[in-house]
T-cell receptor
């Protein structure tokens, strides 16, 4: 596998479920990001990790919980989500914060 | 803090015509500038970037953008578009020092008609 991969590509979950999104980068980068992309809204930065340390939490509700066990893997744990959380969740990585980012294909999340 | 404005939410154009997608930014410090493209049901892909040096940067598929510091702009141009260029285009800016949070514009939907 090359680049940035995300699993699953599609996820449907009820409001009481717990699920996790996974992101893996094969580029040797040190920074990883989670974004939320909703229809008709700007791209929203959620979390930033640099060398496995969280450097940004952009006022994200606690029902979203990130985890970065190493520089290659990033998870987004989801619990008790709301219908308005339905969106495309994009993972990205970069060699260091601020330079060009490489995005995964995204996970299309639907909360019912 | 920095901000990005993409002035057009949608740009329709006929195949083989030239196109310009506009991007203006605001920042109190030096910046890096990027254009990304997103095809349907995919993530964003880097199209081109300005980090330093020549103010005119080019992509491998015929797009170019020029960094204009006095007008705080980074417009994207292509002299002749193809149907396959139909996609969403995002302009982004990062500060070279201080906060590294990247800021994206709202995107411009380029629609190429035959």
């Amino acid at each position: 596998e090359t680049g940035v991969t995300q699993t699953p590509r599609h996820l449907v979950m009820g409001m009481t479920n717990k699920k996790s999104l996974k992101c893996e980068q094969h580029l040797g980068h040190n920074a990883m990001y989670w974004y939320k992309q909703s229809a008709k809204k700007p791209l929203e930065l959620m979390f930033v990790y640099n060398f496995k340390e969280q450097t940004e939490n952009n006022s994200v509700p606690s029902r979203f919980s990130p985890e970065c066990p190493n520089s290659s893997h990033l998870f987004l744990h989801l619990h008790t989500l709301q219908p308005e959380d339905s969106a495309l969740y994009l993972c990205a990585s970069s060699a260091k914060p601020g330079v060009e980012q490489y995005f995964g294909p995204g996970t299309r999340l639907t909360v019912t | 803090a920095q901000s990005v404005t993409q002035l057009d939410s949608q740009v329709p154009v006929f195949e083989e015509a030239p196109v310009e997608l506009r991007c203006n930014y605001s920042s109190s410090v030096s910046v890096y500038l990027f254009w990304y493209v997103q095809y349907p049901n995919q993530g964003l892909q880097l199209l081109l970037k300005y980090l330093s040096g020549s103010t005119l940067v080019e992509s491998i598929n015929g797009f170019e953008a020029e960094f204009n510091k006095s007008q705080t702009s980074f417009h994207l141009r292509k002299p002749s578009v193809h149907i396959s260029d139909t996609a969403e285009y995002f302009c982004a800016v990062s500060a070279t020092g201080g906060s590294y949070i990247p800021t994206f514009g709202r995107g411009t939907s380029l629609i190429v008609h035959p």
